[in-house]
């Protein structure tokens, strides 16, 4: 099929297309380069073998849309672009919302005047909010965040969902990430955010390849086995590959599903960079800080749905994610 990825020179969007590609799908790429680099579009062609189509566009941008659309016979949407920071929506929700809600609800626009049917969102573990108990399922109230950002992905799901009852021959699959890291094994693709990174594996690589001096781990007294926060790490590659089967699934079904991709396990700060410095055999340089505001001690997934509707499940252990992720950090650009 000829699959528009928007945003997909980005960190997952870049790794899906290679995913795609290796499937023999043709991929179409459009991103503005906000938050991602070109290079990422040249490595996927290093990777793969095939050079996807590339336009440097503005996705809430009708018009810019619609020349792709004009341009390409696109048969599916797999839509990632979108400002992702937490911490700077906070300072910034007008530009989050505006982004973040006018792509979607233009591509919706575009999609409907080129008769193309079929949508995979990236959303979020962060629509689950912080009362739902964990592991979190799918059919939990999923309706609030703790952030623009977070809530930018409620609104959306909802814009989706009322967009599949007013069109029911719409095919819409909500793919709600928890924590993803790691890397392509050929280290040409990986997290590599502009700036100082917020998440805590590309924070890891930039400490490992000299460019910061320290990891300050947000808490150690939380309510968890070694008292620092529990997340659902997941490998981007696995995470990729679930956005292939959610196409194939959008294919064959209609209507809006909502699908954790995600372990099923809970892995604290520390066991993460006890594995790094262990599968990477280095020391890390570390202090154990105050706590974050708005993080949550432990969250993961309830990963079942994936594997019933998808036939999928993450296959990477903890160590390949530290392997890759150091293997891409000690080349990054930035
Ligand atoms: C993980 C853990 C931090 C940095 C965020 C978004 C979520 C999703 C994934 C997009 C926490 C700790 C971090 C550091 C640290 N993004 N940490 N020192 O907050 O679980 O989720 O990214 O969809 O929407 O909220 O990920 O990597 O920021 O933090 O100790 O320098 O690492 O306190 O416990 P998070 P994270």
């Not at 903890?318 to 293997?327: A, F, L, T």
Request: contains cysteine; proline residues 5%; negative net charge.
């Amino acid at each position: 099929m000829n699959i528009l990825v928007t945003g997909g020179a980005g960190y997952i969007g870049s790794h899906t297309t290679v995913e795609l590609l290796n499937a023999g799908h043709k991929v179409i790429i459009a991103d503005n380069l906000y938050n991602a680099h070109y290079t990422a579009v040249s490595n996927i062609a290093k990777i793969t073998g095939k050079t996807p189509a590339f336009y440097q566009i503005n996705c809430a941008c009708r018009n810019q849309l619609r020349h792709v659309f004009t341009e390409q016979k696109i048969d599916a949407v797999i839509h990632f672009a979108a400002y992702k920071a937490v911490g700077e929506s906070v300072k910034k929700p007008l530009e989050y919302y505006r982004n973040n809600l006018d792509s979607t609800m233009t591509l919706l626009e575009v999609m409907e005047e080129f008769g193309c049917k079929s949508l995979v969102f990236s959303s979020s573990a962060t629509v689950y909010g912080p009362n739902n108990p964990h592991p979190y399922k799918e059919e939990m109230p999923a309706i609030q965040s703790s952030s623009p950002y977070g809530w930018t992905k409620v609104m959306n799901e909802r814009i989706l969902t009322d967009y599949c009852t007013a069109h029911p021959d719409f095919s819409a699959v909500l793919l709600r990430y928890f924590n993803p890291i790691g890397a392509h094994e050929s280290g040409l693709i990986g997290d590599d955010p502009n700036g100082i990174p917020n998440n805590l594996m590309p924070y890891i690589g930039r400490v490992a390849a000299g460019k910061l001096e320290k990891l300050t781990i947000f808490g150690g007294d939380y309510d968890t086995p070694d008292g620092t926060c529990q997340r659902d790490y997941l490998h981007v590659v696995d995470l990729a590959v679930g956005h292939l089967k959610a196409l194939e699934y959008a294919a064959e079904h209609k209507g809006v599903e909502a699908i954790n991709l995600g372990t099923g396990n809970g892995v604290s700060v520390l066991e993460l960079v006890n594995a790094f410095q262990k599968v990477n055999g280095m020391k890390l340089p570390y202090v154990i800080g105050p706590r974050r505001d708005g993080d949550l001690p432990a969250f993961w997934a309830d990963a079942s749905k994936a594997k019933e509707l998808l036939g999928w499940e993450a296959t990477h252990t903890v160590e390949d994610m530290c392997r890759s992720s150091w293997q891409f950090a000690k080349n990054a650009s930035i």
